[in-house]
Nanobody
Framework: QVQLVESGGGLVTTGGSLRLSCTAS????????MGWFRQAPGKEREFVAS????????NYADSVKDRFTISRDNAERTVSLQMNNLKPEDTGVYYC?????????????????????WGQGTQVTVSS
């Protein structure tokens, strides 16, 4: 089992940056592919980015491509999301999630059901 705790959310103005971090408990972190999702008020949870368990292949939603960067440190059991050039539409609760991995370079899809473990979320608010 993996427990995930997010941090780093906050309030930022348009064009600003934030770095989210997710720390995992348990020694099995390195066997999971990791992802970030977000949920705005009144909307469904949506995929943001994912990274393979080896840290190589990554995938991004079109809306955040070239602005966000996902990375992981297996030794520290952390996964991070660097968010640059933030926009008001990036506002929401950001969740870290872990998916059972089927290979070191394997990436899960963008569906929430592909992820087994979830953190409690961290709020990101981008003001215009």
């Amino acid at each position: 089992q993996v427990q995930l705790v997010e941090s780093g959310g906050g309030l930022v103005t348009t064009g600003g940056s934030l770095r989210l971090s997710c720390t995992a408990s348990g020694r099995t972190f390195m066997y999971y592919a990791m992802g970030w999702f977000r949920q705005a008020p009144g909307k469904e949870r949506e995929f943001v980015a994912s990274v393979s368990r080896g840290g190589g292949p990554t995938n991004y939603a079109d809306s955040v491509k070239d602005r966000f960067t996902i990375s992981r440190d297996n030794a520290e059991r952390t996964v991070s999301l660097q968010m640059n050039n933030l926009k008001p539409e990036d506002t929401g609760v950001y969740y870290c999630a872990a998916a059972t991995s089927y290979g070191i370079n394997w990436l899960p899809g963008s569906g929430v059901r592909e992820y087994r473990y979830w953190g409690q979320g961290t709020q990101v608010t981008v003001s215009s």
